[in-house]
């Protein structure tokens, strides 16, 4: 077994894949006081807005990275759909984003809430929802995927959705806190190796 040296200004994280090959059995809805509608064209800002809150705990940088004609031209594709979640005050608390540009696959590309909300059953309701939009006629697969830097139960999460992992790859990027593209007290549970300037 060996080790492989990771630079001091990156991380790694082990990615898996996981799939749905049908649609599941109807069942009634999970109850929420949340709302999950379409966000038809979001600004750039109001996107990274959301996206850094939602997924800055766990080191999401990916569009934070794209300046704006790059992560324009991605979330308002056509075949890219994305789902705000609103609490009752109508403030934006999470996201879902899919991605139906293969055909036959839907692929989930985002799917969170805001850190405050883990760990109350909102997941679940979400997830439902969530199906109910991707899995549409002429879609054959569901796919998704998580990574060790993201939320310790997000990939049991997934398998209790009845996904199922079928690949895992090794993942490295320079660290987006030192790149500033994320604050430095940003998820503690991985640590900060090169001193910030």
Request: glycine share 6%.
């Amino acid at each position: 077994m060996g080790l492989t040296p990771v630079p001091n200004d990156q991380l790694a994280t082990v990615v898996t894949t996981l799939e749905m090959t049908e649609r599941p059995a109807l069942r009634p809805l999970p109850s929420s006081p949340l709302r999950l509608s379409r966000w038809r064209q979001p600004g750039a800002d109001a996107y990274r807005i959301l996206f850094r809150r939602v997924g800055g705990p766990w080191l999401w940088f990916s569009r934070l990275a794209m300046d704006d004609p790059t992560l324009l031209s991605i979330i308002h594709d056509p075949q890219i759909e994305i789902y705000a979640v609103t609490d009752s005050m109508g403030i934006e608390i999470g996201f879902v984003e899919l991605d139906f540009r293969n055909t036959g696959l839907c692929e989930l590309s985002y799917f969170g809430l805001v850190p405050e909300l883990t760990g109350r059953g909102h997941g679940r309701w979400l997830m439902a929802e969530t199906l109910v939009r991707a899995w549409r006629p002429g879609i054959e697969r569901l796919r998704v995927h998580t990574c060790t830097l993201d939320h310790p139960s997000a990939l049991n999460f997934y398998r209790a959705q009845n996904f199922t992992a079928t690949k895992r790859t090794i993942e490295t990027f320079a660290d987006p806190r030192i790149a500033g593209l994320l604050p430095a007290d940003l998820a503690p549970h991985v640590p900060l190796l090169t001193p910030l300037r």
